[in-house]
Nanobody, 128 residues
Framework: QAQLTESGGGLVHDGDSLRLSCEVLRGAFTKYDMAWFRQAPGKEREFVAAIDETGRDIFYADSVKGRFTISRDNAKNTLYLQMNNLKPEDTARYYC?????????????????????WGFGTLVTVSS
């Protein structure tokens, strides 16, 4: 059973940057397609970005395209989310997720409850 642990969240100002990390332990990270999701207060959890096991296929939500960059380091079993030009509407708890059988592109719309592995999230707060 893989264990996913997010880090890097915090309180920042409008326009600042943050880099989130997600370390995967006890799992075959190199065989997982991975994704970031987020849940803002009072809202449903939504897709942010996904990357396939090779790092070649990448997908973004329209709301973060051009500002966020997903990447992975398979040697370190770690997924990243570089977030630039943060806005107050980016305030949310950010979760990483992984699945061995689901392609990254499918994570955009696939029922989240069926994605194999999830972390507990890291909180990002962007003040105006």
């Amino acid at each position: 059973q893989a264990q996913l642990t997010e880090s890097g969240g915090g309180l920042v100002h409008d326009g600042d940057s943050l880099r989130l990390s997600c370390e995967v332990l006890r799992g075959a990270f190199t065989k997982y397609d991975m994704a970031w999701f987020r849940q803002a207060p009072g809202k449903e959890r939504e897709f942010v970005a996904a990357i396939d096991e090779t790092g070649r296929d990448i997908f973004y939500a329209d709301s973060v395209k051009g500002r966020f960059t997903i990447s992975r380091d398979n040697a370190k079993n770690t997924l990243y989310l570089q977030m630039n030009n943060l806005k107050p509407e980016d305030t949310a708890r950010y979760y990483c997720a992984g699945d061995r059988h689901l392609h990254a592109g499918a994570m955009v719309t696939f029922p989240q409850g069926k994605i194999d592995y999830w972390g507990f999230g890291t909180l990002v707060t962007v003040s105006s």
